[in-house]
């Protein structure tokens, strides 16, 4: 996940290699949430809601299963991240939570 950055939430960052990015989801950045303008990248299944711009592909890069790909409007069940910034269980893991979860119960997103 990635929320509320300035800029972008994820990017190629010029990587001139093939990328894959699966279940991720962008929102509230201030750039686009998944900026992969450099050579053919993969994005399966991933989520971006209320970015300067949700998707900036370049030729070559696609996939399936994503917002974009998708369409429609999209709400999430919880967009207060406490439980993800919160404390950890005694194992270190994040407790499982319905922040940024598609409220339409669409299977794109992180999950935790």
Avoid: C, H, K, Y
Wanted: charged share 15%; aromatic share 10%.
């Amino acid at each position: 996940m990635a929320w509320d950055n300035a800029t972008g939430g994820f990017v190629d960052n010029g990587n001139p290699g093939r990328l894959v990015t699966e279940r991720s989801t962008a929102w509230r950045n201030g750039g686009t949430g998944f900026g992969f303008s450099r050579f053919q990248s993969t994005l399966n299944r991933n989520l971006a809601v209320a970015n300067g711009a949700d998707v900036s592909l370049g030729s070559g890069s696609g996939g399936s299963g994503n917002s974009w790909n998708l369409g429609g409007s999209w709400s999430f069940v919880s967009t207060g991240p406490g439980v993800i910034t919160g404390p950890r269980r005694a194992d270190g893991s994040i407790p499982s939570s319905a922040f940024l979860r598609p409220a339409n119960g669409a299977d794109a997103g992180a999950r935790f």
